[in-house]
């Protein structure tokens, strides 16, 4: 088989993989009723886009959502739409951890079947609050699709991945345009702004050229930051919540006081991201002792890291369980890159994404870390790298051995086919209970009652991770309630 003819079936490979995604993702945005934040609203418009980043959100996805995604969600385009980002996320997150689309090979069939499964199971990330719930999808799915859009040629550039002169033209637009949509889409774009910072100091240090996209992207997405942290509205809202403290404010505490803010920010964080960032930790550091040149004296001190680790992440404040991993990660790439330049590049990725997780951690100090389930994706695709490191070390240690390939391969997808089937039940049986909620509203209409009563299992799912927004509840003047009523024309709803 020719060069061509290889690129051409793994490009098709690449476009049948995304296409059963998609098809997957259509399916469950296409059953997902429209509820919580979305329910009744209309078509705002420029109007609703100013009042919100003046007095409420000044995320672009915020923005498009309150000018028109909420009712978006409500037509037979959403699921189309939606669905494409969704499936898109998923292939550029496999680019950005490869550096190319996937081939037609054991090893990157089985790294896209797992990226799938751990978004859609990890306990830690609502993954239906962010791949079909219209208030989550505009404000995180679509921000991390432009994120990751404008994150790619980037991961090319450290892979020497050279471009052509006019495909440098083609990413220099490209980036000046992802990279203001892609910084105003998250408020923790101040960490790629800082790691992008970074890898320019050390381009220079390492005497490597660097492209004028990549000025270009890195100032593109700095004015598309300050243009969301500039936001009034943000502000406003963020007073809202009692444990919010301004960055001035935070400087003020002193150095005490900072040290425990920093402290309690990481300590906040959800607890079933650490331990799975120690679990996938500790397999790949014994992994690597027991198949790369295997030594009594190398298992000892790998066994002595992992209950280093453990000691750490069980009895001392979380932000020395993220240092402790960062040294011995940091640690392990120098003693090994003499001996293996292959595996001391793994565990200088394992490393930087590390370094990058300390960061997303540190960067919610303002709220002292106390974020929504939908507001971890971050997290997920952190530990979503070090499951691919690992993935990428065990099929090369098993490289000539094809039928521990094959079982590794079809594990993978029988699980990821397995979990997606039930993940696709629950959800239609949940589109089953909302039909079932709204003719039992009508029904009670019908009979003369304008104070309406629900069953509160309308809104529970056996799929823990249906989503993370909110639902009616016992008292009728609180929200969501008062939208609820609104919305089907009666005095009052609860749920009980």
């Known amino acids: 088989m020719n060069v061509n003819q290889n690129k051409k079936n793994n490009l098709l490979f690449s476009i049948i993989l995304f296409l059963c995604v998609y098809l997957f993702f259509i399916y469950l945005n296409a059953i997902f009723p429209v509820q919580s934040d979305d329910i009744g609203r209309k078509i705002g418009g420029f109007a609703a886009m100013k009042q919100s980043y003046n007095g409420w959100n000044g995320r672009l996805g915020e923005l498009l959502l309150v000018a028109f995604g909420s009712f978006f969600a409500t037509t037979p385009f959403y699921s189309f739409v939606n669905g494409f980002i969704g499936a898109s996320v998923i292939m550029l997150l496999f680019a950005v951890f490869t550096g190319r689309l996937p081939e037609r090979t054991l090893k990157d069939f089985s790294i896209f079947c797992v990226i799938l499964l751990f978004i859609m199971f990890d306990p830690s990330f609502a993954f239906g609050s962010v791949f079909y719930w219209a208030a989550g999808s505009f404000n995180y799915l679509w921000g991390w699709f432009l994120i990751l859009l404008w994150l790619l040629p980037f991961t090319l550039f450290w892979r020497n991945v050279s471009f052509s002169k006019s495909a440098n033209i ?51 997405f700095c004015i598309g930051w300050g243009i969301l942290y500039s936001c009034p509205g943000m502000r406003l809202r963020a007073n809202l919540f009692s444990n919010y403290l301004s960055i001035g404010e935070i400087l003020k505490l002193g150095l005490v006081g900072i040290m425990r803010r920093i402290k309690t920010t990481f300590d906040s964080t959800n607890s079933y991201f650490y331990y799975q960032n120690f679990l996938l930790l500790s397999l790949f550091l014994l992994l690597t002792s ?90 997920t695709i952190c530990n979503l790298a070090l499951i691919a490191v690992i993935m990428e070390f065990c099929f090369e240690i098993f490289k000539d051995k094809i039928k521990i390939q094959k079982i590794a ?7 990821c086919v397995l979990f997606s089937t039930f993940v696709a039940i629950e959800c239609y049986k949940m589109s089953e209970k909302w039909t079932e909620m709204e003719l039992e509203i ?55």
């Open 442 to 496: 009508q029904a009670q209409k019908n009979n003369g009652k304008t104070d309406i009563v629900i069953d509160k299992n309308t809104f529970i799912s056996r799929y823990k991770n249906y989503g993370d927004w909110g639902n009616p509840g016992e008292n009728p003047a609180e929200w969501p309630n008062t939208s609820y009523a609104s919305f089907y024309g009666v005095n009052s709803i609860i749920a009980k």
């Open 290 to 379: 027991l198949f790369y040149k295997p030594s009594l004296e190398k298992f000892e001190s790998c066994v002595l890291a992992v209950f280093l680790l453990f000691y750490s992440i069980r009895s001392l404040p979380k932000i020395c369980y993220v240092l402790c991993a960062i040294f011995i990660s940091v640690m392990s790439c120098f003693v090994i890159k003499k001996e293996n330049k292959y595996l001391s590049n793994l565990f200088y990725i394992v490393a930087g994404v590390l370094i990058a997780e300390f960061l997303f951690i540190g960067a919610g100090i303002q709220l002292c870390g106390h974020l929504p389930g939908r507001a971890y994706f971050q997290c």
């Open 409 to 415: 391969c079809i594990s993978c997808c029988a699980v």
């Open 170 to 220: 083609v990413v220099l637009i490209i980036e000046i345009l992802t990279g203001i949509f892609a910084g105003w889409s998250s408020e923790l774009g101040i960490v790629f702004i800082v790691l992008n910072a970074i890898s320019i100091v050390a381009a220079f240090k390492m005497k490597r050229k660097v492209p004028a996209w990549y000025f270009a992207g890195f100032i593109s």
